[in-house]
């Protein structure tokens, strides 16, 4: 076999796995998390479901596979935003890679729904495209966030105020990431983002549809609130002054 007919033996081989990723996103979008099962990717495919393992060895491979897809377009979509601003401007970064993570999740709610608020099992080993692709969407805020604190710090708990299993788990995690901040730092950012996480998945559930038609007020409320305790100042988006 020559080096050409391997090529485009991959070559195929790569489109025919964009495919089968693309049918398991529309049984998704039409028919929720649960309808996504090897057999019925393989029938929207044309093919069997036998036929299918020569290309996934199985559910948690293949779901595995669609949530890397799905972590790469948000993280796209969050550094675009982010890069648009200029360097050293933390606030107006962050806020713009928040504004661009709310509006993948509610243009994209089966997507979300199927990565963070209602993940599906797989197996997730530390080098599989889905971990990969959870780190490098986790590092859009963790690298703006740790050149934050080194340009200027923000306020943080005093030494000793964390009780100690709060501060030994982020010490860990700490560890686990590689990040260059103060377990006291680390608290503060992770306050920010459970509070921000867990309002935009209210949203995308449709949690509070019951008081509020039009959530974007309320996520711009939370920003307000959150870039003070990261020694920012808010900026409503769009405003350059």
Known sequence: MTAQGVSRRERVRQATLAEIRAAA???LIEQGSQAVTINAVAREMGMSGPALYHYFAGHDELVGAVTADFFRELTEAMEAARDA???GEHGARLLAACRAMRRWAVSHRAEFGWVFASPITAERRPDSPRELAGRDFEQV???EIAELWESRRFPV???GELPVAIREQLRAYAASTGMRLPVEAIHVFMSCWIRLYGLL???VLNQLDFVYSDMEPVFEECLR??????GLDYEP????S
């Open 85 to 87: 601003c200029p360097p």
């Open 25 to 27: 996103r529309r049984l």
């Open 157 to 159: 708990p005093a030494a």
């Open 237 to 240: 988006e769009g405003d350059s």
């Open 201 to 203: 998945c209210m949203e």
């Open 141 to 143: 805020f963790l690298e």
């Open 225 to 230: 609130e959150i870039a003070p305790r990261l």
